[in-house]
């Protein structure tokens, strides 16, 4: 009877540490998805306001530049504080998988927000003196990157 009440005790605490173990990695998991969607949606705005004809003499070129390489900063910066978060936890491979969806995401996220910044950076310095950007590498920046927003904006982890 002693050992039995026993087992179970040891299962029991066995079982606390584990829950306990992983609500560390699932509160993790949920605050890193919650900043990485809230930076898509901010870089939908920053370039809804690029884009729209109607902004453009409220917003001036240069500060929403400015938005979009602040913006990377702050994606650069989180995904390196996510991943230093992880050390000396134990992880699953469910948990390493979900991290590795992450990390492609915010990759991916951190490439069409610089892509997209180049493109209107060269758009945005292009004048009848300067013809280095022509309107076709325009065209041909814009549909790449509409391919990796597409991507971007289709995928779910």
């Not at 026993?6 to 609500?23: D, G, P, Q, R």
């Not at 969607?37 to 690029?50: Q, T, V």
């Not at 109607?54 to 602040?70: E, G, H, I, T």
Request: hydrophobic share 40%.
């Amino acid at each position: 009877m002693k050992l039995t009440i026993a087992i179970y005790v040891v299962i029991y605490i066995l079982s606390f540490n584990k829950i306990y173990a992983n609500s560390d990695i699932d509160e993790l998991k949920r605050k890193s998805k919650n900043y990485i969607l809230a930076l898509k949606n901010e870089f939908r705005s920053i370039k809804k306001k690029i884009i729209s004809p109607y902004n453009k003499k409220q917003f001036q070129y240069k500060s929403l530049l400015d938005s979009l390489y602040f913006l990377s900063e702050k994606l650069d910066t989180q995904r390196k504080n996510i991943f230093s978060d992880l050390l000396g936890l134990n992880l699953t491979a469910k948990d390493i998988q979900f991290f590795d969806n992450l990390n492609r995401e915010s990759i991916l996220l951190y490439n069409v927000i610089n892509g997209f910044g180049k493109i209107y950076h060269s758009y945005s310095n292009y004048d009848n003196a300067n013809k280095d950007y022509s309107f076709k590498q325009y065209a041909s920046g814009m549909r790449s990157l509409l391919v990796l927003e597409q991507k971007l904006f289709s995928s779910k982890f």
